[in-house]
């Protein structure tokens, strides 16, 4: 919560507080509240949902299903971030469990992520692999975005470059195939890891000051990792346990404005963490890379399929580069 001031906390109550922001995703909320739920625990925790005016009715369907669940009405859609602030100002637990609804969490695991943070010498962040209901496994965890490292990812050109600090992507553990190699079960420090998933103490997330509100969606976990690594709070993931996530629930319904979203965020943190001139670089990076996207939807697609697909295309295409276009930064707004 970047300039404003986050509750004081006077001491833990209870192991594990559960912070979830919802919007629009009622079905797989209850299922994810079920898999919390379920069976004997050892360990005591709380969840908070935070609610983003979801129309699908959410928050009647959790407090008539699971009345021991703490439910907050934000009133409107103010971000992933916004919200989870105020999620966590009510919470009490010693530990912080950012989750996402699309998401179901085995209690076993999170006894095994506990037992870590309360062996460690030092506070941390942790989180486990991702993997899709079908089994395929997400890639989880990432280096810190640099522009070098967005230009070659985005050219693809990063598949000519050896693994190492020009990538973005971890080579292990994070591939689509878990490895068997001895040294890829070990528990690792990483950069960041996905937002739909992570603990770390409750206090370390509050000195850090919570997200930065200025991030809408998209991105303010990992400038939360950010400031978190400056401040000598390192991120860990452990590829032993997993997590079932099925991706992107909350965002499918205004697809075109989320990938403005993301625009944005990237921006946002490119310019808060690289400068005002590495932003505007991406940024033209960003606007030519959608002007070849659109020139190329209309000119290599061809056929009845191939119409369909160019009209996606372009639509996505001219929606992704009016919001670049329009998006102004403000040096002023975007100070660390």
């Known amino acids: 919560m970047i300039g404003n001031a986050m509750e004081t906390r006077t001491g833990p109550d209870i192991d594990l507080s559960i912070v979830i922001v919802s919007y629009n995703t009622c079905d797989l909320l209850l299922d994810c509240l079920a898999a ?19 129309s699908d009715g959410s928050e009647n369907a959790v407090r008539q299903s699971f009345p021991q669940t703490i439910v907050i009405q934000t009133g409107e859609n103010i971000g992933f971030g916004s919200a989870m602030n105020i999620g966590s100002s009510k919470a009490s637990g010693k530990y912080l469990l950012v989750l996402n609804p699309d998401t179901i969490v085995h209690p076993k695991s999170l006894r095994r992520l506990l037992d870590l943070l309360e062996s460690s010498p030092r506070e941390m962040v942790i989180s486990c692999r991702l993997k899709s209901p079908e089994g395929t496994y997400q890639l989880s965890c990432a280096r810190f975005p640099t522009p070098l490292r967005i230009f070659l990812l985005f050219t ?23 490895s068997t190699l001895e040294e890829d079960q ?41 400031r978190l690594y400056n401040m000598g709070h390192f991120t860990y993931f452990l590829p032993t346990e997993s997590v079932i996530h099925y991706g992107g629930q909350s965002t499918k319904s205004d697809y075109e404005k989320m990938r403005l979203e993301q625009q944005r965020s990237l921006l946002l943190y490119i310019h808060k963490w690289h400068g005002i001139h590495a932003a505007r670089l991406i940024r033209i990076f960003l606007i030519s890379l959608a002007l070849v996207r659109f020139v190329a939807a209309k000119t290599i697609l061809r056929g009845e399929k191939g119409d369909r697909q160019s009209h996606q295309f372009e639509n996505s295409s001219r929606v992704i580069l009016s919001g670049l276009i329009h998006f102004h930064l403000n040096a002023r707004s975007l100070q660390r």
């Open 36 to 54: 919390l739920y379920h069976g004997p625990h050892d360990y005591s925790f709380e969840v908070i949902v935070c609610d983003n005016a979801s």
């Open 156 to 178: 693809r050109l990063n598949k000519f470059m050896p693994a190492g600090q020009m990538q973005l992507y971890y080579s292990r553990p994070d591939l689509s195939q878990p």
């Open 186 to 226: 070990r528990i690792r420090q990483v950069e960041t890891v996905l937002g739909a998933f992570f603990i770390l103490p409750l206090d370390t997330f509050v000195n850090a000051g919570g997200f930065d509100e200025r991030f809408f969606m998209h991105y303010e976990e990992i400038d939360l990792f950010k």
